[in-house]
Each structure stands twice: as structure tokens, then as C-alpha cells.
């Protein structure tokens, strides 16, 4: 049997826990990525326990190291053959400005740069399905971030949401380069808007935003309802060929933003290009666009 492969980052809670088990309820091979082995296990034994006769494999990788994100390819590649689905689900706000292990800005790398080097390392491997698709998770407020090349790790100026903002913006240009890249295969790439959503990010956001969070918990849906448009953008038959967009309610919508244009989506990409081949280097695994 041709079982379709879907590999979900943060999925251990929230809107990638919620996507996990629907998917793995609609017979997916459910890949989860946590980052804590005793949590982890405990999604991957629920997930089988809610979809009778699926099982469900985990990864362990911390995002905000890239030796652990390189080593989680490598262990995806040696377990499977192919990867069907690619759920960049994974995000964050950050407090202040922390950088990695890598000396990348923390929401840079786990929110942005993660997407990118996983899209980009398992793209050879997304090839080989019949119809592969990455699906970004993307924000509403990408529509207040900047693209200042100065500022890509908030040098210059650090905010907890302009900084989340401008990651979700660049999750937004990716994946619109993205879908340029990969124009004429079978893979698709596209963005999810889930809304509003009650999940520990929301209910933990740090700072000022603890107000936001308040203020909009009446407009906010539940983590199931959150999880619907990244659901149907892995599995409905109706996006087989429809790349590049941004979704929201599970609809495309058009994007507004007067930092996204070709010319800097190409420059993002370039830089991104560079921090991947860099990284590479250090840990064997080269990208494969
Ligand atoms: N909630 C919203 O209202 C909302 C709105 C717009 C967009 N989004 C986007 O939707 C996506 C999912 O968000 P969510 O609300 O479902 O978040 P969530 O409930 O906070 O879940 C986040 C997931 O990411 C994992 N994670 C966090 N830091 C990690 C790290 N350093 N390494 C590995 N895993 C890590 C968490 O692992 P643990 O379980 O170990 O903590 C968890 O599985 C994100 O991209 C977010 O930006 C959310």
C-alpha cells in the first residue's frame, strides 16, 4: 500500500497535535516532530489510541539548534523513501532577544529559517510523491512585518510581536519563492492563516501581549478549529495543483504587504540560501534545490 507520509513539526501541542490526529484518522503515516521525549511519546500513544490501526512515528529535535534539525533529516531520510506532506507548523514568541546556539535571533531561526532549511533539505525527498506539498504556518500580522535588511534578526530593534511579525512576513515571502522554485514538478507550497487560536502560545505570550490575548479571546476558535485549513491543505484533492497562495478559513486569500516583493523575496532567499549551505557544511547535509 501506498500509505502518504506527513511529517508535522510542533506537533505535540495545539494546532500541530490537532492536525496530527485528524490526519492520522484520514490514514496518513503520521511523522510528529517534539522536542521532549516524555511528552512526545505521550501525543504519538494518543494519536494511535484516537485513529484505531494507525502508527504513528516521532522525531526529537530541538529548533533552536540546527545540528538537531540537520539530524532529524537525516533521520527521517533513513527510516522512509519518500515524504508526501510537509507541515512547517512550528512557532514561537520570544521575550527578548536570544540568539540560538547557531547565533541566529531565536523566532528567526525556529519560526523562519527552520522552514526554510527543512523545506529545502527534504525537498528530494518531497520530489519523489506523486503530489508533495509544504504547507508554511503563517500569521495574520505578517501584514505589519518589515523586510529591512538591516533589522532580518531584529539588530537594530527588538519587539516581541514586530519580531514574531516580521518571521511570519518571511514565512509568507519563502514560500511564494518557494513555489516559484518548484514551478513544473508535482510539489505544491503554500500558507496557512489559522486565526486566532486558543493555544498555550497564546495563553503564555509574553510581555504586552498577555492584553492581546485577553482582548481576543471572544474572536478566538479552539485548537481544533485552528488546525482545519492546515488539514485541508494536506489532503483535499480540490489544491492538487494550486501552489504559491496564502489560506485562510481554507481559502485563498490575496496577501498585502509592500515589503514582499520579488525583488526582496529573492534577496530572503539568497541570504537564506547562504545560512543553509553554511550549515551544511558543519553537518554533512547538503540542500537540494
Ligand atoms: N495560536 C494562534 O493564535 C496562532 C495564530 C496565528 C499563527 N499561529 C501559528 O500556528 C503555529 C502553531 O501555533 P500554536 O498556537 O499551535 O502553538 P503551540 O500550541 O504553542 O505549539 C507550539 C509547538 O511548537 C513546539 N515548539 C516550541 N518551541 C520549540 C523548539 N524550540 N523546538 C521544537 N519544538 C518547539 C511546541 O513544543 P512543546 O509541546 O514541547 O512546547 C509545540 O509542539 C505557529 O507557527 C504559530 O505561529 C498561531
Request: hydrophobic letters at 35%; one cysteine or more; glycine letters at 6%.
Amino acid at each position: 500500500m501506498n500509505q502518504q507520509i506527513c511529517l508535522i513539526t510542533g506537533a505535540t501541542d495545539g494546532i500541530g497535535k490537532q492536525t496530527a490526529l485528524a490526519l492520522a484518522k484520514k490514514g496518513y503515516k503520521i511523522v510528529i516532530v517534539g522536542r521532549n521525549k516524555n511528552k512526545t511519546e505521550a501525543v504519538k500513544k494518543e494519536i494511535e489510541e484516537s485513529s484505531t490501526g494507525s502508527t504513528v512515528d516521532y522525531l526529537l529535535a530541538d529548533f533552536t539548534s540546527l545540528k538537531q534539525i540537520h539530524q532529524l533529516v537525516e533521520t527521517f531520510k533513513s527510516r522512509y523513501t519518500k515524504l508526501d506532506v510537509l507541515i512547517n507548523n512550528i512557532g514561537i514568541f520570544s521575550a527578548e532577544r536570544k540568539l540560538t546556539e547557531d547565533d541566529y535571533e531565536m523566532c528567526y531561526q525556529v519560526n523562519y529559517l527552520s522552514q526554510f532549511f527543512l523545506s529545502n533539505l527534504l525537498l528530494d525527498y518531497i520530489k519523489k510523491s506523486t503530489n508533495g506539498r509544504i504547507i508554511n504556518l503563517s500569521s495574520m500580522v505578517y501584514s505589519k512585518g518589515k523586510f529591512d535588511i538591516d533589522n532580518l534578526q531584529s539588530e537594530k530593534k527588538f519587539a516581541i510581536l514586530d519580531t514574531y511579525a516580521d518571521t511570519k512576513l518571511f514565512t509568507v515571502m519563502f514560500t511564494m519563492q518557494l513555489a516559484e522554485q518548484v514551478k513544473g514538478t508535482k510539489v505544491t507550497v503554500n500558507n496557512v492563516d489559522p486565526g486566532i487560536v486558543r493555544t498555550q502560545m497564546v495563553s503564555n505570550a509574553p510581555g504586552m501581549l498577555k492584553i492581546f490575548s485577553y482582548i481576543t479571546r471572544p474572536f478566538s476558535v479552539s485548537p481544533e478549529k485552528g488546525a482545519v485549513t492546515s488539514i485541508y491543505l494536506a489532503s483535499s484533492e480540490e489544491v492538487n495543483n494550486v501552489s504559491g497562495k496564502y489560506f485562510k478559513n481554507s481559502k485563498a486569500v490575496a496577501t498585502k504587504n509592500k515589503f514582499n516583493t520579488k525583488e526582496n523575496r529573492e534577496l530572503l532567499w539568497d541570504i537564506s540560501m547562504k545560512q543553509l549551505q553554511k550549515s551544511s557544511g558543519n553537518f554533512n547535509l547538503k540542500p537540494n534545490t
